[in-house]
């Protein structure tokens, strides 16, 4: 459910200008169920109410679509009020310039408005995308996600983060606002090709890494065990739990530069570039773990036994463990720009152990190279 609390408050001083605080409080729900979608009607017939909303527009991608168009469609005819269907591009390049505008466009077309709910489901793509639309159409509509790829249900549609990439660069045009509701049903993700189940669980290694051993660990007895076997539920769980708590203290990453967050990205996203995009984020940002890894050992942060068990868990769950050979240049120089422009500073994010993590400042090329010849030695069959 959601409400906001916005108000203005303002001083006036004493040189004739004026002191003005906006403030905006906004609250709701990320259910979290095994069978969510069966009871969605439920849920968005109350949002619907709470919202004073007199229309849903569903967005979809074309993929999604073939698995769950029917059944969401039917739960929407159940919902009471109508219904648009906008069905979008798969893939990275609809969070796009142009996929946004064909989304302010198909919002135009079916006339929604501020009393629209827009309801996103599907992937990181569609939740990223979605989330621009809602923040940008007329200043702001309400919006609420279903997301279906693991990676959407434990990260991207968890902040309120959403953007498009524009002009080569990821992400760089977008938005913080809040959803008024999310809604996660693990089994949505049965679906889900092999490829992004891995793609996903990257970065719940990740945020297990910073803040959960006890997630960590259920992730090292998971390996060799049939996907369908794990406890989903508990993963997700776990994994919103960990990323709600590290967003906590700079929810719109105004202040810390130095965040948690970023473990595995300083290496990972150099690397997604380097390779043109045609790795899945989720498997750079392994490379990035292991790197990170790597490094903490040398660094004297980590133990042997915890690098051990950190690469065991990657490479079990069948994650890249380093970055290939003729990318590393160009990601070194990443990583050295990235240097300048703060000033001297990396803050590289390392692994000290299952759920702690420190940052470090010096890596020098030295270090990375070795770091990577030491995981090519651990590559090899
Ligand atoms: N906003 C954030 O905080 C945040 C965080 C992490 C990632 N992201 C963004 O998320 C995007 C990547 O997300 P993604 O990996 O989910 O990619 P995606 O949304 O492109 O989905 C991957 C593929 O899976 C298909 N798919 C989705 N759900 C399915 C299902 N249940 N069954 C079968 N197929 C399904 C999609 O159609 C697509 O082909 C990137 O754009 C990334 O920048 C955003």
């Not at 967003?247 to 996203?269: T, Y």
């Not at 790197?291 to 769950?317: F, N, P, Y």
């Not at 290939?324 to 990396?346: S, T």
Request: charged share 20%.
């Amino acid at each position: 459910m959601t409400a906001t609390a916005s108000r203005l408050e303002v001083a006036h001083g004493a040189d004739g200008g004026f002191d003005v605080t906006a403030r905006r409080a906004d609250r709701y729900r990320i259910h979290l169920e095994n069978g969510l979608t069966d009871r969605l009607a439920d849920h968005l017939r109350e949002l619907v109410a709470a919202l004073d909303a007199h229309r849903i527009v569903l967005t979809m991608d074309t993929v999604v679509a073939a698995h769950h168009l029917s059944s969401v469609s039917a739960v929407l005819a159940r919902v009471g009020v109508p219904f648009d269907v906008v069905l979008v591009a798969e893939g990275e390049a609809t969070k796009s310039q142009s996929g946004l505008q064909g989304l302010w466009r198909s919002l135009q077309r079916v006339k929604a408005t501020r009393r629209t709910l827009v309801l996103g489901v599907g992937g990181g793509m569609v939740c990223d995308l979605t989330t621009a639309a809602a923040a940008t159409y007329m200043r702001g509509v309400p919006y609420a996600l279903v997301p279906t790829t693991l990676l959407a249900q434990v990260d991207a549609a968890i902040g309120g983060k959403g953007g498009i990439n524009y002009d080569g660069t990821k992400n760089l045009v977008g938005a913080f606002q809040h959803p008024a509701a999310v809604f996660v049903d693990p089994e949505l993700i049965r679906t889900l090709p092999d490829q992004h189940i891995r793609n996903g669980l990257a970065e719940v290694v990740k945020v297990a890494l910073i803040a959960d051993p006890g997630l960590f660990a259920v992730l090292e007895r998971s390996v060799g065990r049939g996907a369908a076997t794990w406890p989903w539920d508990a993963i997700i769980r776990a994994a919103i739990t960990a990323k709600l708590l590290l967003l906590a203290p700079d929810p719109f990453e105004q202040a810390d530069l130095r965040r948690l967050l970023n473990l595995g990205h300083c290496v990972g996203h150099p690397y997604e570039a380097a390779a043109g995009f045609r790795v899945l984020h989720g498997e750079a940002v392994a490379a990035g773990l292991a790197v990170a890894t790597a490094l903490s050992l040398h660094g004297g942060h980590c133990t042997r036994g915890d690098h051990d068990r950190i690469l065991a868990v990657l490479s079990g769950h069948r994650l890249p463990t380093t970055v290939p050979a003729p990318l590393r240049a160009d990601v070194w120089d990443a990583l050295e720009a990235v240097r300048r422009v703060r000033n001297g500073h990396l803050h590289l994010v390392v692994p000290a152990a299952p759920g702690h993590c420190t940052v470090v400042d010096d890596v020098t090329r030295e270090a990375f190279d070795r770091a990577l010849r030491h995981l090519d030695r651990r590559c090899r069959p």
